[in-house]
């Protein structure tokens, strides 16, 4: 059996982060996602879709979307139930995230992030170059995401098999 979601979509208000009396942190969010066709109208619709993420990747959706942030999710779907406070059952249906990529660069007052740093990637490998001189020396041999990796004037690419994932 299989439960699997990916979702690309925006974020409709700030994302809300709360803690378990344990001390985990979880944040709720609800992501606008475009329907591939129009109605009769000649409109796109969207459908809002509930999500949920636990821990440390919660404190980072919350520190770093806010309302409108374009934002991909992978999980799995969920449904849950309880009592209101009438006494009445609520049943919930949301997409438990096992992760969020952030698909914009992150704006610091109206100019882009420069160096490539997206939101999706700006923990990978515990390094984060914020243009500084040291940042720039620690990224030493690796290609900026803003340049052409294969902007070699027509020379042959030098890749062994061993170097292939496949």
Not at 5 to 32: E, H, I, M, Q, S
Not at 139 to 151: A, I, K, L, V, Y
């Amino acid at each position: 059996m299989m439960n699997r979601v990916v979702l690309v979509g925006r974020l409709t208000k700030d994302p809300d982060l709360r803690y378990t009396p344990n001390g985990v942190p979880v944040a709720n969010f609800t992501l606008a996602v475009n329907r591939t066709f129009t109605n009769q109208q000649g409109e796109r619709e969207a459908d809002f879709i509930n999500c949920v993420i636990w821990r440390r990747p919660a404190e980072n959706v919350a520190n770093y979307l806010k309302k409108g942030s374009l934002a991909g999710v992978d999980g799995r779907l969920q449904t849950r139930s309880y009592d209101d406070q009438d006494g009445k059952r609520v049943y919930v249906t949301e997409v438990v995230a096992d992760s969020v990529q952030f698909l914009e660069p992150r704006s610091a007052g109206g100019s882009q992030d420069r160096g490539g740093n997206f939101g999706g990637n700006q923990f990978s490998g515990g390094q984060q170059s914020q243009g500084s001189s040291y940042g720039d020396q620690r990224n030493q041999g690796f290609t900026r995401t803003d340049e052409d990796p294969f902007s070699n004037d027509g020379q042959p690419i030098d890749i062994s098999d061993d170097d292939l994932p496949f």
